[in-house]
Each structure stands twice: as structure tokens, then as C-alpha cells.
């Protein structure tokens, strides 16, 4: 598999507005005022220092009624924190297993779940496991958003889900490969229906893994798009 669209992309510039605090034993930047709804922001590859993550969970709270809140779930592996020559996958993958990572996460939502009347989702690529595994706990989250997710176990990541799920996907993309999202659409279309619950998949053709986090904003194409990616998380809330 290729993972050139993972590290690749456009850095966005612009101060962030929020700050950092501790839940926990993890460290959280958090940005909004809502007192109501809850948005645990779960990164890429890049973790949470990274400045389009910040500007982005901005942007959220500016627009939809949520506090966002993102994790630091990757320390010191984050890629933000990498040279280009320190960033290897496999070594990654063995920095951040799930037996490792997905309790951190787990803590989190269920500190925000204590906090907020409603608790919602978002994963990015490397991300989107974790939130899955929120979403298949009875009663945790209310909502999952998945932008060009990668690493899911289709069919039982989807199939386990009990949350309202919106997945964001380029036409092509080798981490969620167009055979998958056959299957994904499939799962989704007997859960909608058994379920009456919310399940979409929006696809969009000429973009690649990542354009939701990292496309560059001064291409109109990749500026309208990314943007369209990033209303579409409102409709869960």
C-alpha cells in the first residue's frame, strides 16, 4: 500500500484561537464555548499540534454548535513532530496500536460524555478506526464523522457501529479502496433501513487521500471541495 497522500499537502497558515488543557492524562486543545454539544476531533498522522487540525477545529466551532476538542492520542510519534526522513509507517503502527491508543480515546469521550448533553466524532484518516470503535459503545457518541479514513476492518468496523456515520471519500483512494466502499454502502444502506438512523457515504471524484485536512486553499477546486467535506459534519449535530 501506498501512504504518499498521508504525509503529503498544503500547511495552512493562520494563528489558532483556542488553547490546550489537560483531561486526564492527555493533553486536549480546545476551541468553543458550547455548552451543550462536544466534538472530539481525532487527528491523522500528524497529531494535534498540527496547525490545520487547530485552524480546522476552529472553523467547527465556529459553524456548528459544538466545543471541539482534540486529542493528543499519538505524543511524541506525531508526524508534526517528525523530519520527512524520521516518518516511517511500520514504525509508527508499532508506536500506536489500538491496545494502546483506543483507551486513551475511550477515557476521553467518556470524560465528554460526562460534560455534554450530546457527544459527537470526526477521524481523520488515521483517525477514523478510533472513532469507529467510539461509535460501536452503546450510548457514548451521537454522531461519527469519517474523512478519508484509514485502517477500518470492513466489513466489522461498519457493521458494529450503532451511531449516525457520515464517511468523506475521494473516488479514488487506496485506503479506502472503491471494492470497500461497495461494501460500505451496501452495510449502510441495511442499517439506514433496519435502523432509521443517518448513514451516508459522500463521495467526491478528483481528490486525493487527505484533501480534507491538508488540500490547498489558494486551488479553488481543492478550497471548494475540502470545504464542502467540512459542512457536511454539521449534519449530525
Known amino acids: 500500500m501506498s501512504y504518499e497522500h498521508c504525509v503529503t499537502g498544503a500547511v495552512h497558515s493562520g494563528t ?5 488543557i489537560t483531561i486526564g492524562d492527555r493533553e486536549a486543545y480546545v476551541t468553543g464555548s458550547n455548552k451543550e454539544n462536544a466534538l ?13 487540525h487547530r485552524l480546522l477545529a476552529d472553523t467547527y466551532a465556529k ?6 476538542y482534540v486529542g493528543d492520542f499519538l505524543e511524541e510519534t506525531a508526524f508534526s513532530k517528525l523530519t520527512p526522513e524520521e516518518r516511517n ?7 500506536n496500536t489500538t491496545e494502546k491508543r483506543f483507551p486513551q480515546m475511550l477515557a476521553m469521550a467518556e470524560h465528554l460524555r460526562s460534560q455534554y448533553k450530546r457527544v459527537f466524532v470526526i477521524g481523520y484518516c488515521w ?13 457514548l457518541i451521537d454522531g461519527l464523522s469519517l474523512n478519508h479514513p484509514s485502517r477500518l476492518e470492513i466489513p466489522g468496523d461498519l457493521e458494529r457501529l450503532l ?3 457520515l464517511i468523506v471519500a475521494p473516488y479514488t483512494d487506496r485506503a479506502f ?9 451496501k452495510i449502510f444502506d441495511e442499517k439506514a433501513k433496519k435502523e432509521k438512523k443517518f448513514f451516508k457515504i459522500a463521495v467526491y471524484p478528483g481528490f486525493d487521500h487527505g484533501f480534507a485536512a491538508r488540500a490547498q486553499i489558494e486551488d479553488e477546486f481543492l478550497q471548494e471541495a475540502s470545504q464542502v467535506a467540512f459542512l457536511g459534519m454539521g449534519i449530525h449535530v
Do not use: H
Open 127 to 139: 483517525g477514523a478506526w478510533g472513532g469507529c470503535m467510539l461509535a460501536a459503545k452503546p450510548g
Open 163 to 165: 451511531a449516525p456515520t
Open 89 to 95: 509507517f511500520p514504525t509508527f503502527a508499532a508506536q
Open 16 to 20: 489558532p484561537a483556542g488553547s490546550v
Open 40 to 52: 472530539l476531533y481525532i487527528t491523522d498522522v500528524f497529531g494535534y499540534e498540527y496547525n490545520n
Open 177 to 185: 479502496p472503491q471494492e470497500s466502499r461497495l461494501i460500505a454502502e
Open 63 to 68: 459553524e456548528i454548535p459544538a466545543t471541539v
